[in-house]
Each structure stands twice: as C-alpha cells, then as structure tokens.
C-alpha cells in the first residue's frame, strides 16, 4: 500500500509516538493546578509552546494552541474581525482558500459583515496587485493561504502582507499546508497550522496573533491559552505536535529536494502516459510533495477506487467524489478541468519505486474507468455537419463532457455542438475542456429547468 | 504521591491507552476519504460512536464528538438557543454549573438573551418547583448539571427534565462529572460530557441532541460530525475515550459503593480531626467519589501547598488559589465559608490506606497555616465591650474572618462587631462564617470605595 494523501493527513511521526507516550504520564492533568501533577504538565505545555513559536517564528507569548487547524481559522478569523470592528466589516479573502476559510466568510456575512474573494489565475495564484486592490478602508481582515491545498501552488504571501501592511490591514495566513516546509515569510498578523498536516498527531492547531494585532475573542471563552483557546489542554498531543514539527523541519530541506525530484517525475510523465490529462498547479512555486491532474472523460469516485485497489490512496478534487454534486471551489475558480482529477501528495519517505509503480498503474486505470464510460479514444477527422444537439440532461460528470467530445468530430470546423446539461459541474468542465483541446468556448444559455446549453464551436 | 484531583481530570486509563496506542496506527487519516486508511478510519469513528452512545444511553446518530466537553457546552447552548429561537431568548441555568455554561449564558445576555439563574439550597441542590418556576413562555432552553464539580451534589435532573417536557423546554444536561457512573436518568433533550473526567484522553468530549430536538449549529460549520462539530476528528483519542468509558463503567458500581465509604469516612473524620471546618455539600444524593470542605481561618493556596508537600494533589474553590480574588460562585451560591476550600475527588482505584494518610497529615496541614496567620485557637468567654470595629481593609481572605474571629470574644453576648473589609470574599465568607458558628450575621453596609462594614452580633 502507498498512501500519497499526506495532504489531507500524515500517518504519526514516530518522533510524535515517542513524545506522545511519554507525555501521557506526565502532561494528562491540569496545567492550571498548583500540585505537582499540574506543575509538571505546565512546564511540558511550556516546552511545547516554544518549540512550537520556535518554528513559527513568532514569541511564544504570540501562539496559542488550538484543537485544530480549523479551530484555529474560525477563531482567528472571528477574533481578528472583531478586533478591528471599528475599521469596518469588510473581509478579504483569496478565491481558492481552505474551505474552513471561506465558511468563515460566509458566516461573515450572514452577520452582515461584507466579504470580497480575490479571483486567482490558471494556475491558482492571486496576483500581489489585484489583492492590494481588493482592501478596502473598512477592511477589517484579510487572509491568504501560504499554500493552496489542492494543487500545491505557493501564494505571494510576503507581497500581499506588505500591501496589507501598508493599508493598515492585518493578514491572516492558513499556514496549513506549507508550515512542515519552513516559516511562513514576510509580515504577516495571523497565522493558523494543523498538527496532523506535518505528523502530529489530529487535535492540535496553532493560532499566532502577532503583538499589537486588535483581537477579541468571540463567543464564549475560559482562562485557557490566553483566553483564545477554551477548554482542558490536550497536553500530550500539544507536547507531540511540536516534537513533530521540529522532526520533518530537521530533514525538510533535504526532503523538499527529493520529493520535487519525484512530483517532478510525476507532472512530466503523466501527461505522456495517459492521453486528456491537464496537469494543474503552479509548475515551479508550488509545495514540493504535491501535485494534481485532471483526466478527461473519468469520473474522479471511480479512478479512485481503481487506484485503491491497485494500493494507492489519493484523493480528488473532483465532484463525483464527495457527497454533494459541486466540484472543487479550487478548480473552479482556476477554470481547469475538475473530472477525473487526481491529487498526489506525498508523505515524507516516499521512495522513488512507489511512484514509478503508481505511474506504471496509472494509465491502465484510467483507461479502465473510460472503458467503462464509453469515452472517446482518438480523435476522428472533421465531420460534415454545420450543428448538432447532444441532450445529456439527467447526466452526471463526467458524462456530458464525454458526450461534447464524441460529438464534436460530427462537425465540421466551424461547426457548432449544443450540450443540454443540468450537471452543474458542466459550467466548469465544458469550458475547461474547450481550453485544453484548443476548441471555442461559446457560452452558456438558460433553458429554464435548471437546463443549460453549453455551445462549442470546433476549430481543430 | 497520592493524586486526589479525579474532578479536574482522571489519568489515562490503561485500556484508553491500548484503545490509544492501537489505532494511532489504524485511525489517523481522515474519515471521509474513500481509500482504505480512510474506511479503516471509519470504522473505527464509528465503533467508537455505538459505544459511547450505548454509555450515554441514546441513538449513535444523536451523539457527536467534540473537542472537549467545553466545546460540547458551548455549541450545544448556542445550537439548542438558535433552534428555538422563535420560542424566545430566555435561558435557564442553575446557579452552580460550570464555568462553560455561564460563559455560554454571559455571551448569551452580552448578544441580547436573557438568562435566569435559579438559586440553590446549602447542599448545592436546586429545588425542582424553584426551576419549573424558572421557565417562561419565551423560555429557549434550560441546563442544569448531573451532578455539581465542586461539592459533588446530584441534582434532581429527572424531576426538572419532566417540568421541562411539561413546559416545552429542552433541558441541556451537563453530564461531566457523572457520565463515569451511570447514565443519566430522565427525560433530558440535550447532553453533554468530557472523556477527560473518566480517564480518557483530554482533547475529547461528547455532545448528545435527541432525535426532534430543534437545533441550529452556530458560527461556521463544515461537513465533519453532521455539521456540529467542526474540524478533522481525533479518531486513535475517541476510540480511547469511548474505550475507557466502558471499562470504567463495568467497574462503577462496585467501585462507587467502595469509594462512598472512602468520602464517608472523610466526611465522617475530617470535622474531628480538624477544628472549625464546614464539610459542604449533600450528605447522600452526592457523587461517590468527591468530598468538599472548608477550613476556616486557612487560605486555600497556603493549605494546597502543605498538603503538596505531603504528597496529596487536591482543588480549592477558594478564590485564594485562583487568578482573580472572586471565590468559587459555587460555593458563594451555597451560602457556604469559602476560605480554606479542599476538594478530594478519589479517582478509581484509590485504597483506604491512602486516605488515612490524608486524615493523618491534613491536621497538622491546616493548623501549621493557622498559625502562620495567626488564626484564633480556642473560643474565650464572653468579653464585656459593647460593641467593637475591626478595620480589616487592605487584608485579604481569610484574614477579615480571622479578624472577626479574634474581636468576638471582645465583645460580651449581645454585643457587636463591626469588620470594615473591601475583600469580596468577605461578603460570603463573613455570613458562612456566622452561620457555622451560629452567631447572628446583621448584615452589611457601604462605606464608599469598595469599602463594605459587615456587622456581626454575638449570640454565644
């Protein structure tokens, strides 16, 4: 078995296993309690607590521990907005952020506060200027992931904080993703990480508010952490969360260069292995251990169980893989093709014959999944009709794409194809698709019923 | 070392610690992906949820993890008032819950709610009609304790979950310190508790919503635990949690009636073995495992230290060990003394020759403190002053009381003595004292700046 979801979650480090044994005699009781008990799980909390601000790059006065990355977003986001109440209730924050972000945001605004998401490019970056546009004088907040989770492009995170700076804007980065890597550059306010993304164990996230950031927590709060964490410490975990940290930053450098050597291997040889694919994501300034593909005419559940059955556990961006029916907010707002997306991240360790055998798997499960799907395997010469009209309203990805490009070799160059879909996942993909195959993307149109008509015109 | 502090939280039990050790290996990634490490995580969450309900005596699907049993509080309060929110803003909490539910009910009353506290007898215990009298029309939900944290008293919870059925409202049940022990009786509508409490790992708490009960989670939510506990689960710590909940449950009856006798001979011994000391709390509807007791003229983290010292781990309720110089508004709402506060909470396992050494070393532990502070040692015979001012300004708990203490004698029977003190503590502390004394408390009067003259009259 080969789990290449490191990104999602790391298996424990075993430097994590050995502080966790050993913490669950000495921290498990009240760090608050004057005993010995007490005072011995407060001093591990305090060890914890600067080895955690020691890798940060923060005081330790400045980071608090949270039960978990997502805590720490939610809490972070709510008390840096409500510390700058005064300056206004504009939120900013970038299109392809964590989804724990975002429904921050939403919950912002169904407060009433405003919110404005800064779109990003084809390869999921915000632009530097077109971020420092978006703040505003009521800004209250802005937040910038370090590194996207889904396709491991690097966020301008040091330009944007010193446009925040200069705006009187505090910034709020989802360090996340990037935090097993190295410290989070530049000047930013905030910062918020999850233990389990670097090996430490699920339960720990960190929240830094820098020194002079207005914070005020929200909801109810107890004596815990600064008043900005509530509830019993998990103090082993804490004590194992930052022995972690510390272990994967010791080899990260060295790391970094051998598994860009491997995703490298991967970006390069997929696209020549299977046939359709878009690999997506920043090609250089991007996470070294993850990267992400999308294959045509798969849907993303089924390439998933192949790949598990061949002993490869990735995950998907892709909307037939979780439960509703929208694809990834991710790919969407980079308009790359979201079926049969494919994301590959790999946990510290993995060998170079793991990935040969995952690329010599590959091809022969996508195929399999198309096969299935009855999808178009050449392209044929240009058909002899000016139109036609493929009604595949009831269809789900990655059907409607599947029928669009069975049909356009039906037309001639210059000719139109009309799909009727009500998979919402068409808006994305079809224009997607149009890109990748160098055909014309003509619009949309409302059929009512929730039916829209996707128009192409064929030009190769 | 004998550690008497099971309230604040238990060490990890031993199957908690295999549960543990087990499935850091098999329930570190997340549950909702669809590969193998993913249903093997699944499973595992799942498991853990049929025991823990099972526990709790409720439906798997009613019952959700939490990240500690403050945050099962917080966001069973805020979801159960959000919910029945058309019903009105109106809360009902008993004057002794725990910190999390008056914060809850402080951020309540801070958004525009209205709170009722309901007051408690001596022994800690609401009266059920004083609570069915509590409830109104625009009432949005109750809370009420199993069984209070610092004195041990069990409320009638059965008695007040029927008048809340009877009126319409849920009642939330904040069932931490009892869960070890049993279920909880009654009709209830929400429930809440913390692993912690019974030797599973800190970091993990339940949050229980009947089938029917209105609920609407608050602040931004994801996909995780149905919508009602943010953020990537704890699995290897539920599993733990749920593990240790039932080995301590098929240990809880013979091992309560065990540790009831424990806490009988405290209760029994302690009033002997000590000079001027209230035992606190119910005699019988009261935890097994927990004794509470005030000594007078002693500060509590003066009495902590000594008994450190000696080996016993214990809390204090009196505001001397604590951050801020408020007693413990447990106590305060009793009506009880607060200074000199011990709780001995016996966790599982404790032998009766532990808590003969206790007996044997607390005399000398709180007459030592007494002495320092110069507390009175014997009652005189009447004295024949009239009446008599003490100026105890500036002097903080418990030395005003001390001052009483000493000034009485001073005055003959009939006479009074007046104690000038800006201490907040006094203003329990004083009354309690005249009670357990049974002299006449006559009542207070403001002096200006903070300054209060307590006035005391001397019936024997």
């Known amino acids: 078995m080969s789990y290449f979801d490191a990104a999602s979650g ?42 955690a601000a020691d890798a940060v790059g923060c005081r330790p ?18 008390g840096a907005l409500a510390g700058r109440r ?17 429904h921050s945001a939403a919950a912002h605004e169904r407060a009433g506060g405003t919110v404005t998401e ?22 209250a907040l802005a937040c910038l992931q370090s590194a996207n989770h889904e396709v491991g492009t690097e966020q301008p995170v040091a330009e944007v904080a010193e446009a925040c700076r200069a705006a009187g804007v505090p910034l709020l980065v989802d360090a996340a993703q990037s935090l097993a890597w190295g ?10 990480a999850s233990a389990h993304k670097w090996g430490g164990p699920a339960g720990v996230g960190f929240l830094v508010v820098r020194k002079g950031v207005r914070f005020a927590p929200q909801g109810p709060v107890d004596e815990r952490e600064s008043g900005r964490s509530a509830g019993f410490e998990n103090i082993p975990a804490i004590v194992a969360a930052a022995a972690a940290l510390r272990a994967v930053r010791a080899e990260a450098v060295a790391e970094a260069v051998r598994l860009r050597g491997l995703t490298d291997l991967i970006r390069a040889r997929v696209p020549r292995l299977v046939p359709d694919v878009e690999v997506v994501g920043a090609p250089e300034r991007r996470l070294p251990h993850l990267v992400t593909f999308s294959c045509l005419y798969v849907d993303g559940e089924s390439l998933l169980h192949e790949l598990d059955r061949a ?39 993995t060998g170079v014959a793991d990935v040969e055998r995952f690329l010599d798997v590959l091809p022969g499960a996508v195929a399999g999944v198309r096969e299935k799907l009855g999808a178009p395997v050449a392209p044929d010469a240009p058909g002899t009709l000016a ?14 794409v599947i029928e669009l490009a069975k049909a356009l070799p039906r037309v001639r160059v210059g000719g139109e194809v009309t799909v009727l879909s009500d ?7 079809i224009p997607a698709w149009c890109w990748t195959r160098k055909q014309e993307y003509v619009g949309p149109a409302e059929r009512g019923h929730g039916v829209v008509a996707y128009v192409v015109r064929r030009l190769v």
Not at 183 to 192: A, E, Q, R, T, Y
Not at 423 to 429: M, P, R
């Open 10 to 51: 790391a298996p424990l480090h075993p430097v994590a296993r050995q502080a966790l044994q050993a913490s669950l005699d000495e921290g498990w009781a009240d760090p608050g309690r004057l005993y010995r008990e007490g005072r011995r799980a407060r001093m591990l909390l305090d060890a914890a607590r600067e080895a």
């Open 61 to 78: 006065d400045e980071l608090v521990f949270t039960t978990s990355g997502t805590r720490a977003l939610y809490d972070g986001i709510a």
């Open 86 to 102: 005064r300056a206004g209730r504009h939120l900013v924050v970038s299109a392809v952020e964590h989804s724990a972000v975002l």
């Open 118 to 139: 800064v779109p990003v490019d084809r390869t999921g970056a915000v632009g530097p200027d077109a971020y420092a546009a978006a703040l505003r004088d009521d800004t």
């Open 183 to 192: 410290p989070v550059d530049g000047d930013w306010s905030l910062l918020g």
């Open 311 to 349: 002993g490869f556990s990735v995950s998907s961006g892709s909307s037939c893989t979780s439960s509703t029916l929208t694809p990834s907010h991710v790919l969407k707002a980079m308009g790359v093709v979201s079926e049969g997306n494919v994301r590959v991240s790999l946990p510290p360790g």
């Open 387 to 400: 139109e036609l009209t493929v009604d595949a309203v009831g269809e789900r990805c990655p059907r409607p």
């Open 423 to 429: 998979d919402e996942v068409a808006a994305v993909d």
